[in-house]
């Protein structure tokens, strides 16, 4: 069985050259490569796939769902979905969304990699194709994260590595599966405040975290001020006095120049990324320059090109986000 692993990667990585959409993480391709003992690309009968009874994900996003749909019915499904077999049917191990909307689009096939996994390297993989995907919640990343640790025995590093985020992401996510019921409960109905939940875990006080929690619900308790009150400082409604509109008037001052800054350092980050990724396609667009790449210097900068894909996708969300990463982290 050995001596057919380097013929099976080398037919994994055909396998993926032929189904050029497929946006599956590095992570799944080595588990793909190291304990799959078959995989093809086939189209398969959309009524014959099961959901994954261990799927992590709680929910799905209808408006999504019907966007997705309508795209599959004009464009048809660009990437294909993972599936195992399941006696004379099919059992899905990734790409439950495009499955979903496939169903709506009322398609009677749709293309999919059909691997021979077992039941715990299938629930593996699911996890991990799911942590790459935007609309994931905190909470449902929480509960994969811990999965992931407890039941696949992944250290924090290795998860931060499989899954493309730095190790202080994880590692609050991971408090945020064992954080107290109330504070679950805040973020479940605001994601906007998971920085505050990581400071409300600081209080033990359920009665305390309580109060907070409703005037962070009402908008009354900034980030900033719940800080102080984690870190034993009191928290006034001080009367604003002449002195104090001076000192805000200098510190909006200030927040509006450090504001400029910040956006001219984000417009060159894109103008060199632009030119990167410029540069990049000039070089691939040359024949006899990438007729001189061995494959397998190709293969590795491909994967290479999809981690980075990974870390841009982390970037677009925190963008949208509207919030800075260091708060996950600190």
Known sequence: MAEKRPAFKENIHRLFDEAQQTDLAPGIVSLIESRATHAQIREVPVGKILPNPAQPRLSYDEDSLTELADSIREHGVLQPILVRPAGAQFELIAGERRWRASRMAERDTIPAIVVDFDESTALEVSIIENLQREDVSPLEEAAMFRKMTDAFGYSVRQLA??????????????????????????????????????????????????????????????????????????????????????????????????????????????????????DLVDILRQPEMMEQIPEVNRANFAKHLTITKLKIENAIAIIRAGAPQRDEAE
């Open 161 to 278: 590595q499989k899954v493309g985020k730095d190790k202080g992401y994880v590692e609050n996510r991971l408090r945020l599966s064992n954080a107290p019921a109330d504070i679950r409960e805040l973020v479940s109905l605001r994601k906007d405040t998971i920085s505050h939940a990581y400071e409300l875990m600081k209080i033990t006080d359920e009665r305390q975290r309580r109060r907070l929690e409703k005037r962070i619900v009402a908008g009354d308790l900034s980030l900033a001020k719940l800080r102080k009150v984690t870190g034993g400082e009191p928290v006034e409604d001080e009367p604003i006095t002449g002195e104090k509109r001076r000192r805000r008037a200098k510190t909006v001052a200030g927040e509006a120049q450090a504001a400029q800054a910040a956006d001219e350092a984000l417009m060159g980050a894109r103008s060199k990324l632009a030119e990167g990724v410029d």
